[in-house]
């Protein structure tokens, strides 16, 4: 990518809050001591495939960055957003996060030489492997235990930090825009929101910050990440948490206002895509929305299409490059439902869905 001549690198780390400058400083340094204790992405000997797309330099990444800092900012001075702690974890708990960075920096090692090994499927002991689709029973990343363990859900959101360099919950909260904007002259008491794949719960966690009377439901597949979302913000009342697969959500139809999948379709083989895709239509009422956000799509931002290429290669992701060309607007048209919304969020892209006023399938 061309270097922008307007950018000011100086003059952009003066003006951006410093709390956010903060929070991206300490997780960029637990990113930067995790690269420097990594061996090599392959054995010796293998090759790895040149990205086709470009990539973007330090330079562009820190503008990517300052700039979802601000646009935050700014929908939060909007009423867009509702104010966020946009500091790193507790500095005055010192013993707490030097536990949390030992467990990370302990972990990586392991993540390191299971990338090496190409090591996909050592999951915990005891678990029942009919209980789960085949494309779920792996290490996504590479990640101890996968999704099965409560120690895996609990180093899961620092993990996700560090990889992004202190931004994931600023991507992440962007999926509350169109769902604000939604409800105007709504009460929220009167609204459910079901959060599909909701992992530890940190999406249903930005809901609870803009509405805490709407009521919520979890569904994940992993018992050890539901037990971590259930214990985000405990005095939230009107919350349901169900253990059971996105392609069969045991919802009755038409039952919910919104409903989202936030970094799902990403680790979904197409036809699992198609029947999440069918499911979240199933789900949501005549005037709901369907919030997707995930990861970026090849030509979302066209200077970062080889960081795209990347990914899968130093992270077990077997569907993240049939993800980039998926081609999302058409698979919630075949459901009846069209794009009304479309926020690019640094890495991430936010996609709002409303139902069709001349439906087909879905209607």
């Excluded at 302990?106 to 005891?126: F, W």
């Excluded at 789960?132 to 895996?152: A, M, V």
């Excluded at 597949?221 to 392609?247: F, G, H, N, T």
Aim: include cysteine; charge should be neutral.
């Amino acid at each position: 990518m061309n270097e922008s001549p307007t950018f000011d690198l100086a003059k952009s780390l003066r003006t951006t809050d410093l709390g956010v400058l903060a929070r991206i400083a300490w997780f960029a340094g637990q990113y930067v001591m995790s690269i420097r204790q990594a061996g090599p992405l392959v054995r010796p000997g293998e090759q790895i495939e040149r990205p086709k797309g470009p990539m973007p330099n330090w330079r562009s990444l820190i503008q990517s960055m300052l700039a979802l800092a601000a646009d935050d900012r700014e929908l939060v001075a909007q009423g867009l957003l509702p104010p966020m702690d946009r500091s790193p974890p507790n500095l005055a708990d010192v013993p707490r996060l030097l536990a949390k960075s030992r467990a990370y920096i302990t972990d990586s090692k392991k993540v390191d030489a299971r990338r090496l090994n190409r090591e996909i499927s050592d999951l915990p002991d005891g678990i029942n492997p009919d209980r789960y689709p085949k494309y779920y029973l792996r290490n996504f990343h590479f990640q101890t235990d996968g999704y099965l363990s409560d120690e895996s859900a609990a180093l899961y959101d620092w993990q996700v930090e560090t990889l992004f360099t202190g931004t994931a919950a600023l991507m992440r909260r962007q999926g509350l825009v169109p769902i604000i904007r939604a409800m105007a002259g709504r009460d929220p008491r009167t609204m459910i929101m079901a959060d599909i794949a909701c992992g530890t719960g940190s999406f249903l966690e930005n809901v609870a910050d803009a509405f805490p009377a709407m009521a919520q439901i979890g569904i994940d597949l992993s018992r050890p990440y539901l037990k971590q979302a259930q214990a985000r913000r405990p005095q939230v009342r009107r919350r349901l948490m169900i253990e059971a697969q996105a392609e069969a959500i045991p919802l009755a139809d038409r039952s919910v206002d919104f409903a989202s999948a936030v970094y799902l379709f990403h680790e979904l083989p197409q036809g699992a895509r198609e029947r999440v895709a069918a499911e979240l239509a199933r789900i949501v009422r005549p005037d709901g929305l369907i919030i997707i956000a995930d990861a970026l799509q090849t030509g979302d931002r066209p200077d970062f299409d080889g960081l795209l290429d990347l990914f899968p290669i130093g992270f077990h992701e077997p569907f993240f490059e049939s993800w980039t060309k998926c081609d999302v607007v058409g698979m919630m048209a075949r459901n009846g439902f069209k794009l009304v919304e479309t926020r690019l969020a640094h890495l991430t892209k936010i996609c709002a869905f409303a139902r069709c006023a001349i439906t087909g399938q879905g209607s």
